[in-house]
Every structure is written in C-alpha cells, then in structure tokens.
C-alpha cells in the first residue's frame, strides 16, 4: 500500500485543510503514517505568517530526506504560495504546490511521478475568485470540529503577509457549511468551531449582500445533535449592537470571543492599517460584556510594532489593564519580509521588545488567575474531552479548563461544581451528567 506523512503549521484552517488532503489520499487506497515513519510521500503544509514560520518549515523540509532519501517531498500552504522561488532553490523539494491547487494535491501528485519535470503548481491567488470548498471534510479537535467557512483578506495590515498568501475574501456556500455540520452531528459530535482566515468577512462576496456571519451562526444553530457554536478570531468591527442582539438569540453559541486588538494605542494601530480605534474597541467590549454576563475576552497583541515609543507602549499598557482581557497572546514584532511595516523607520530594537512582552505576559497571568478565581465554589457545565492521568479533563462554554476525578465522561455535557484551581485549570465536581444546557448563569 502506498504510504503518505503530512507535516502542517500554522493555523487552523492549514491544519483543516491538511485533514482535507488526508481524505482524498486515503480515498486513492493511500496509507496516512506518521511522518517520523518511512513513507513514499511527505506533504508538508507551510505557514508565513512571521519569518520564524518559514524558518520553521525549511527545517523541516530539510529533514525529510533524511527519513527516506527516495521519497517524494512535497511543500504547499502559504509559505509556498508567497515565496516559490526561494524554495525552488532547496534541492530536497520534488513539487511545491500552491493553496488553490491544494484540492487537487492526489492527481498532482500522480501526474508527478509519471513527469518529473512538472516540478511547480501553483496559480496567482489573487485570481481565484471563488471558495475552494472541499466538500464535507471532518476535521476534530478531539470531541470538538473545525469547520472552514471561508478564506483570504481584504485587510492588508501592514504587518501582515496573509493577503498575499491567501488572496481576497472568498465565502463558501452556507448550504455546503449545514451539511459538513450535520455530518459531523451524525458522528456524535456536539461542537464546532468555525473558523476561516477573517470570518468576520464571511459573505462579503456573496452576490446578496443580506447574507453575512450571523445569518450563517442562526442557520447552524437549527442543527440537531450540536450543542455548542465555538467562533474562531474576529475583528472587533463585526460587533455592532445588532449583531450583539441577534447573537444573543443564537443559544448554542459559546461565550468566548478572541478579539484581534494587536495595540492599545490608537497611533501605533493606525501604522499597523488597523481599521478602528481604541475607543472604537472599548464600546465592542462593553457590548459583549453586557450581553455575555460570563464572556471570556482574549486578544492579541504585539509589542515592539515600528516607532513604538515607550510612551505609546505605557498608553497601551494602562489601556489593557482597563480592559482586563481573561488572556492576552503576546507576540515580539518581528519583520515580515514584503510587508510596509518591514521598512518602516525608526525599528523598536530586540531588548526593548523583551521587556515590553515580559511585562504584557505579567499583566496576562494575574488577570487570567484573577478570572479563574471567580468560579471556585461555582457550578459550570463542561463538554469533557479526553483523559489525562486520573482525571478527564474538558471545557466550559467560555473555554476554561476544567477536570474531574471520573471515569467515562468523554463527550458528554456534565454538570461541575468548582472547588479548586491548579494553574490555568479548574478542578471540581460532577455533579450531574448528561445535561443539556451549554451555558450556566453565575
């Protein structure tokens, strides 16, 4: 049987789409293998997002070889996509494929073997005008899947590679979107996350404009058997009071939100072409916590962004412990080779960014202990996941850690009363199974 090993990073929608490919592989009679293990075919889906991504993908690229010198290496994702040229220069690559011929990757391949020649696939992204849809694909995080409802960015943040890597912004069909979901149903599986690499630009694209992220959340909640609606990152600019309003009406949705913020100063944000304000920021926080009465808040930010000053960086600083986000990941800006803010003046050097990011990271930490106190002595419910050790651990609606001293909980709904914190995870109590709820007031 022909073996094929699949290596991804990045993000999520590289890892669905890596499920995806395994599918059409495994329907062509391939065997999927570990990629530590010999194998006729290594894929591996590249991320671009920072240059350490592409460090991190040229070393594993070039391990490959070493596992099996006769394999066939093949490099698609986004770090194929933007930078073809400099990857023809590694001799280990065989086929560099591009992220709209991914769909395609079993026939490539085989065209490959009968052609050596036929080294390069890949199309100018900008061009595709459609979503690539790969049909019902299943793509699970443990007890919970992924779901891919759309693709590329319109954005353009200077920092930002994606664009180039990903295109414009392509919507899939909400109907394809229902039946991957009742698919999944079927399965047994009670959460999805939709994900995509801006949904908050879902249906920007549709020919009728009336159908957007909302619309979409309302028709997925219909779905039997699915209990939670997990959202991936969204820009703030998609909560407006009546996309609050209706949301709160989408009862499975779950109350965690990971808003893209990046600076807490409003002149750092404009370098960064971010399109809002920290004013504007402060009132979509309001909103959700006015709404959500347990909503869990996390975001990004990068510290050492071109021009920084120290004084941009306090504002930032006093702005964030206002806002008193329940997590905050903190990324060290690093220059992005093709981006305007890669040659910008006035670049904040590798110290100060350190001490900034230490300092950040402090402030995250106590907020996110000060959140997780709160529940002791709470009663939350929790879709459990997996084992680990003598407990099953899970999470609730707003994403907290949770574990149990239990047997056979997994996938279930369970009813928890908290009586500890370990670190970031709550322990606690089963108190009563099989529940149907996906929330629990405080």
């Not at 070889?65 to 001799?91: D, R």
């Not at 959460?191 to 619309?215: C, M, P, Q, W």
């Not at 006093?318 to 997590?327: G, T, V």
């Not at 001293?405 to 099989?434: C, F, H, P």
């Amino acid at each position: 049987m022909k073996k094929v090993a699949f290596y991804t990073l990045g993000c999520k929608v590289n890892q669905y789409e890596t499920n995806a490919m395994i599918e059409r592989f495994i329907r062509e009679n391939y065997e999927i293998v570990d990629f530590e293990e010999l194998s006729d075919i290594y894929v591996i889906n590249t991320c671009t997002v920072t240059n350490m991504s592409d460090r991190k993908s040229r070393q594993i690229i070039r391990r490959v070889k070493q596992i099996n010198p006769n394999s066939i290496l093949v490099v698609t994702g986004c770090y194929a996509q933007v930078a073809s040229k400099e990857l023809e220069k590694i001799e280990e690559i065989d086929l560099i494929v591009g992220n709209t011929e991914k769909k395609d990757i079993v026939n490539i391949v085989e065209n490959y073997k009968k052609d050596i020649s036929s080294k390069y696939e890949i199309s100018d992204i900008n061009n595709q005008k459609e979503f690539v849809d790969f049909g019902t694909t299943t793509y699970t995080e443990k007890t919970r899947a992924v779901i891919k409802v759309q693709d590329g960015c319109n954005n353009f943040c200077s920092y930002c590679i994606i664009p180039y890597a990903k295109g414009r912004v392509r919507s899939r069909k909400v109907e394809s979107v229902i039946d991957e979901i009742k698919s999944i149903a079927q399965k047994g599986i009670q959460e999805v996350v939709i994900t995509g690499i801006h949904v908050a630009s879902y249906g920007l694209d549709f020919k009728d404009k009336n159908i957007r992220l909302i619309d979409l959340l309302e028709e997925i909640n219909k779905v039997e058997g699915i209990k939670r609606i997990r959202l991936g990152s969204l820009e703030p600019n998609i909560i407006t009071d009546e996309f609050v309003e209706r949301l709160k009406k989408v009862d499975k949705i779950c109350d965690h939100f990971h808003l893209s913020l990046q600076s807490g100063c409003t002149e750092t944000l404009k370098r960064m072409n971010r399109k809002y304000t920290t004013g504007d920021f402060e009132k979509v926080v309001e909103r959700l916590r006015n709404a959500f009465p347990n909503v869990a808040l996390t975001t990004d930010i990068i510290v050492g962004f071109p021009a920084e000053t120290e004084e941009e960086f306090n504002i930032t600083y006093e702005y964030l412990k206002r806002i008193k986000f329940y997590k905050m990941h903190v990324f060290k800006y690093s220059q992005r080779k093709g981006t305007r803010a890669a040659v910008m003046p006035n670049q904040v050097d590798g110290n100060h960014k350190e001490e900034r990011s230490h300092k950040l990271i402090e402030l995250s930490n106590k907020n996110e202990e000060e959140f997780l106190d709160r529940y002791i002595g709470k009663e939350v419910y929790v879709l459990f996941e997996q084992k680990e050790g003598e407990y099953i651990k899970g999470h609730t609606s707003n994403y907290l850690i949770v574990k149990v001293n239990s047997e056979k909980l997994e996938n279930r709904m369970v009813k928890v009363k908290i009586e500890t914190r370990e670190g970031d995870e709550l322990i606690g109590e089963a108190v009563q199974q099989n529940c149907n709820k996906t929330e629990i007031e405080m």
